[in-house]
C-alpha cells in the first residue's frame, strides 16, 4: 500500500494524538466499566504505515523509533488493515513472563541498541486502544466498539499483543488477580468513553494500591543521614517453616518518629549472628547490626520481586499483638505453568517467534480471573446471608428508637464484614478470629435481647495461637441460628479456649435452654466443611461433636499450639 500525501490524512495523521490518561480513584464496580490491567512499561503511540513504523513516547510527543528497531515489523499490519495509529505499552519481561520496569530500563537508557543488547532484553508492543482505523478516526466512538475494531486485527507472529480487558466483574477481583501475579494494579474504562486526547478524565480510573505486610525485624544498618537518626535501614523477613527468609531493606519512612519507637527495643534484643536463613546481600549486610527476630512491623509495598523481595516498601511502624510465628508473605506470584497451560487449540497457528510463556501469561490472567470470581462465590457463601439480613434490618429498626445505638452497631457490622470479605487472606490467630465473632455476637444480641447471652473465656495467652481463616465463625453461626433462634427462650453461647500441654483445646457450645439444640445429624454436617478446611490448611485437629437433647450442642476442636512458637530457633520465652 503506497503511503499517501501527509497533508491529506485525517487526524490523528496529521495532528500526533497525545494519549488520554486516567485519573487515580478506587476501582469502580458495576457493569458500565470494563477492566485492564496495568503494565509496567513505557507509554508509546504506533502509527503504522505500509513499510513504516512511527513511535512517540506517550509522555513527551518525543520520536523513540529509532531504540526499538525490533518493533518494525509492526509495520506488516498496515499491508493488510491499512493505516492504523495504536495506544499501548512497549514492554519488557521478567523470569515469570510478566512485564517488567527493571529489563525495560536498559532498553530506555539506550537510543540505538546493539545487537547484543536486542537478544538480551527482547521488547513487545501491549495494545490497549485504537485511534485510527478503515481510513478514519476513531476517537469518538465508545471505548467498547474501539476495542471490537481492535480484536480483528490479527497480531499474529508480531512483537505485540492485544492487552487483556475484561467486562462483567468487579475491581476487586481483578486487583487480587493482579495482586497474585505480582501486577501493578488495574484501568477501569467507561464502555461509553470517547478517547480524549491530552486529557485526564473520570472515565478512565486507575488503581495501583500499596499493600500493607507484616515483617520481623532481624536487624539493622546505622544512619550517618543528616539530622543524625540512628537507623539508616531495617532488615526484615517473615516467618516460612524453614525459619525466618530476608524479603529486604527498608529506609523509606524511617522518620524521627519511627526511630524513637524503636530506639531501646531493638538495642535489648541485639545478636551476634544473623537470624535469617538465608544470608542478605553483601551490600545489605554492611555494617549491620543483627536482633534476634521478636519485632514485627509493618510495611506498604508496590509488590513482590520473583525473587521474594520487597519493592518499593515503606516502613509503616510497629505493630502491637502480633507474633513473629504468624508473620507470612504472601504466595509467590504464579507463574503461567502452575496457573493454567495453553492448549494446542490456543497456540495453532502462532507464529515460533511469539513467546510461548507470554501467550501463557496472557491466558493465566483470563483464567485467574474466572478463578478468582469463583473464590469469591465461595467465601461469600460462608457467611450466611441470613444474618446479613436480619443484621441490617436490626439496625435500621434502631435507626427510628436510638439512633446512637445504630452508629455504634453500624461500626461493628462495617468491621464483621470488612474481616470477613477480606481478600487473600488465609492464616489468622485465635485473637482475631475471636475479635470477630466478638462483633457478630454483638450484632445478634441486639436482635435477640436477653434471649442470647454470651460467656467466653480465652486466655489472652492463646490469642496467637495460628489458625486458618474463619475458623470460629461457622461454628458460633451455627449455634446461634440451629440452636438458640429457634428456642422461644433463647440460651447461652460459651466459647472456651484452654491450654493443654502443646495443644488448644477450643470449645464452642450452646445450651438451648428448653433443651433443644441441634441434633447429631444436622451438627455433623454443620462441622464437615470446617473439617475439610482444617485437614486443606494442614491441620490434623480432633474435632469432636456432641448433642445431647437436654444439654444443648458442643464442638470441640484441638489445635497444636506450634504456632505460637518462633520458627527461627530463638527461645519463647
Known amino acids: 500500500m503506497a503511503a499517501r500525501d501527509p497533508a491529506s490524512r485525517p487526524d490523528p495523521f496529521t495532528h500526533p494524538v497525545r494519549p488520554m490518561q486516567a485519573c487515580d480513584g478506587e476501582a469502580p464496580a458495576g457493569s458500565a466499566w470494563a477492566f485492564e490491567f ?3 512499561g513505557l507509554r508509546a503511540m504506533a502509527y ?29 499490519l ?24 527493571g529489563p525495560l530500563r536498559q532498553r530506555m537508557s539506550t537510543p540505538r541498541p546493539s545487537e547484543a543488547l536486542l537478544r538480551r532484553v527482547p521488547v513487545r508492543f501491549y495494545v490497549c486502544d485504537l485511534l485510527y482505523a478503515e481510513g478514519r478516526s476513531t476517537l469518538a466512538m465508545p471505548y467498547r466498539r474501539r476495542r471490537e475494531l481492535l480484536a480483528h486485527i490479527d497480531l499474529t507472529g508480531l512483537p505485540a499483543d492485544a492487552s487483556p480487558y475484561f467486562l462483567d466483574t468487579d475491581g476487586g477481583i481483578m486487583l487480587d488477580v493482579a495482586r497474585r501475579h505480582g501486577l501493578p494494579g488495574v484501568v477501569a474504562k467507561r464502555l461509553d468513553s470517547r478517547y480524549h486526547p491530552g486529557r485526564r478524565s473520570r472515565a478512565w480510573v486507575q488503581t495501583v494500591p500499596r499493600q500493607v505486610q507484616q515483617v520481623v525485624v532481624g536487624g539493622w544498618q546505622p544512619g550517618g543521614r543528616s539530622g543524625g537518626e540512628p537507623f539508616g535501614a531495617l532488615l526484615v523477613g517473615v516467618t516460612e517453616p524453614a525459619g525466618l527468609r530476608y524479603v529486604g531493606r527498608i529506609n523509606a519512612g524511617l522518620d524521627h518518629r519511627a526511630c524513637r519507637e524503636l530506639s531501646g527495643r531493638l538495642d535489648e534484643l541485639v545478636r551476634p549472628n544473623s537470624p535469617f536463613r538465608d544470608l542478605p546481600p553483601e551490600s545489605h549486610r554492611f555494617g549491620a547490626r543483627w536482633v534476634a527476630p521478636r519485632l514485627v512491623g509493618e510495611v506498604s509495598y508496590r509488590r513482590w520481586e520473583t525473587d521474594g523481595r520487597l519493592r518499593h516498601a515503606t516502613w509503616l511502624g510497629l505493630a502491637s499483638g502480633t507474633h ?6 504472601p504466595p509467590p506470584p504464579l507463574p503461567v505453568s502452575e496457573v493454567s497451560r495453553v492448549s494446542e487449540a490456543e497456540v495453532s497457528g502462532v507464529s515460533e517467534e511469539r513467546p510461548a510463556k507470554l501467550e501463557g501469561e496472557l491466558t493465566a490472567l483470563r483464567e485467574a480471573v474466572r478463578l478468582a470470581q469463583a473464590e469469591v462465590r465461595a467465601l461469600r457463601a460462608q457467611i450466611s446471608p441470613h444474618f446479613l439480613y436480619n443484621a441490617l434490618t436490626t439496625i435500621a429498626a434502631y435507626v427510628r428508637t436510638n439512633p446512637p445505638r445504630a452508629r455504634e452497631l453500624l461500626g461493628e457490622f462495617a468491621e464483621y464484614t470488612r474481616y470477613s470479605f477480606r481478600a487473600g487472606t488465609t492464616q489468622t490467630t485465635l485473637g482475631a478470629e475471636l475479635a470477630n465473632v466478638e462483633r457478630y455476637l454483638a450484632l445478634e444480641q441486639a436482635r435477640f435481647g436477653d434471649r442470647l447471652k454470651v460467656v467466653c473465656r480465652v486466655g489472652t495467652e492463646l490469642h496467637d495461637v495460628a489458625l486458618p481463616f474463619l475458623t470460629l465463625q461457622p461454628l458460633v453461626e451455627n449455634a446461634v441460628r440451629h ?4 428456642t422461644p427462650s433463647g440460651g447461652t453461647v460459651r466459647i472456651v479456649a484452654l491450654a493443654d500441654g502443646s495443644d488448644c483445646v477450643i470449645t464452642v457450645s450452646e445450651d438451648a435452654s428448653v433443651g433443644h439444640g441441634m441434633d447429631a445429624q444436622r451438627l455433623g454436617e454443620a462441622t464437615e466443611d470446617l473439617r475439610a478446611r482444617l485437614a486443606a490448611a494442614g491441620y490434623q485437629p480432633g474435632l469432636g461433636v456432641d448433642a445431647g437433647s437436654d444439654s444443648g ?9 506450634a504456632g505460637v512458637a518462633p520458627t527461627t530457633g530463638e527461645p519463647s520465652g
Open 483 to 486: 440452636g438458640i433462634e429457634g
Open 553 to 561: 450442642s458442643s464442638v470441640t476442636m484441638r489445635i497444636p499450639r
Open 48 to 76: 503504522l504505515e505500509s513499510g513504516r513504523v512511527h513511535l512517540l513516547s506517550g509522555g513527551s510527543d518525543r520520536s523513540i523509533t529509532a531504540a526499538y528497531p525490533d518493533l518494525a515489523r509492526l509495520a506488516a
Open 78 to 101: 498496515a499491508d493488510t488493515h491499512g493505516d492504523l495509529v495504536l495506544d499501548g505499552k512497549i514492554v519488557a519481561f521478567d523470569d515469570l513472563g510478566r512485564p517488567h520496569a
Open 324 to 329: 513473629p510465628a504468624v508473620v507470612h508473605g
Open 38 to 40: 496495568v503494565w509496567d
